[in-house]
């Protein structure tokens, strides 16, 4: 962790004038720990005037939703904050509370946020009560126009799970482009992909629109089809249904 310690000192040299955007990117990195996190957002601590921020851990298997806490104490001194990006792909310690963590963290930035990326791929252990936190979320941040959630390659989540998102999507009257991804959602059937397909209906200014529910055992070929048909109507162009 010696590293961390050297960039906490480094990062505490800086001001919010330096910069407003930042990119950390930490993949693959086995040895990092929840300690790690806590190191680096405590660093970041003092620069309050990010409007875009982008934290990957993609496959950094030592974070669990202990480090994704410190991130959810970030967050709560960034009020600026328009454009947000985490990703949490291939972490398995990464679970439900995370996703209150994260709700929490968001609670004083979400009047300003319009862009959020949240990926939890290959994360077994998000289930419908994490969904329920997204939708609470999404239900704070009305001024978003662009959403970007990804959750596949997932064995808990089900159409109870999309019921509660649905929920969340009559809040953002501002929305203009959606990316959802569930592919390889093992318990999701057609229940689910027309709770979701009637929630997306339900956004008036969406113009760009990607769905991936492709592998889900629970959705027949000919129902994934016909969503496509009804959407691609409303959407074209700008549809991408898998």
Known sequence: ??????????????????????????????????????YITESLQHLKGFKDLSLSFKGCRGISDKGVSCIRNLLLNFSALEK??????????????????????????SKNLKE?????DSCPNISDSGLNFLAETIKKAGALTKLDLKIENNNKVSDKGL????????YLTQLESLILGFGFCAKLTSIGLS???????????????NLSFHECKGIKDEELESTIKKLSFLFAPSVTVQ
């Not at 993949?27 to 720990?33: A, D, L, N, R």
């Not at 947000?84 to 930035?109: A, M, P, Q, W, Y």
């Not at 959020?116 to 939890?120: A, E, H, K």
């Not at 709770?195 to 629109?209: C, P, Q, W």
């Open 84 to 109: 947000l990006v985490l990703n949490f792909t291939e972490i398995s310690r990464v679970g439900d509370k995370s996703l209150s963590h994260i709700r929490d963290g968001l609670t004083s930035v």
């Open 195 to 209: 709770v979701i397909e009637t929630g997306i209906l339900s956004i008036e200014g969406l113009r760009r629109l």
């Open 116 to 120: 959020l990326t949240l990926n939890f």
């Open 1 to 38: 962790m010696k590293r961390f310690r050297r960039a906490k000192v480094r990062a505490k040299l800086l001001t919010d004038e330096c910069f407003f955007n930042l990119n950390l990117r930490v993949i693959k990195f086995i040895e990092i720990s929840d300690e790690g996190i806590e």
């Open 163 to 170: 019921l509660y998102l649905k929920e969340g999507f009559s």
